[in-house]
């Protein structure tokens, strides 16, 4: 079992930043490729960014690429989610998740997830 809980919700302008937390316990997080995934009301989640166990493999959604930044502490047992120039439609829950193997942008494919935090972003 592996628990994730992120941090680090807020509400923040449009073109504002936000930094996501997502700390780990139970397994050894160092074997598991972590992801961030968002879901807004009434729609489908949707795969954010992912980076492999080692961080050397990183995979943006196209809509996110230049303003998102992933990475991870292994030794913190931590993944933090990077956000900059934010739009409204950014507004949604988002979630962090784990896998086993290698990373994945389907969300079916992770076996753990977060609680989820909220972001709103003000036009």
């Known amino acids: 079992q592996v628990q994730l809980v992120e941090s680090g919700e807020g509400l923040v302008q449009a073109g504002g930043s936000l930094r996501l937390s997502c700390a780990a316990s139970?397994?050894?997080?160092?074997?598991?490729?972590m992801a961030w995934f968002r879901q807004a009301p009434g729609k489908e989640r949707e795969f954010v960014v992912a980076?492999?166990?080692?961080?050397?493999?990183?995979r943006y959604a196209e809509s996110v690429k230049g303003r998102v930044t992933i990475s991870r502490n292994n030794a913190k047992n931590t993944v933090y989610l990077q956000m900059n120039s934010l739009k409204p439609e950014e507004t949604a829950d988002y979630y962090c998740?784990?896998?086993?193997?290698?990373?994945?942008?389907?969300?079916?494919?992770?076996?753990?997830w977060g609680q989820g935090t909220q972001v709103t972003v003000s036009s």
């Open positions: 998740a784990a896998k086993r193997g290698l990373l994945s942008t389907s969300w079916t494919e992770y076996d753990y």
């Open positions: 139970g397994r050894t997080f160092s074997n598991y490729a």
């Open positions: 980076i492999s166990w080692s961080g050397g493999t990183i």
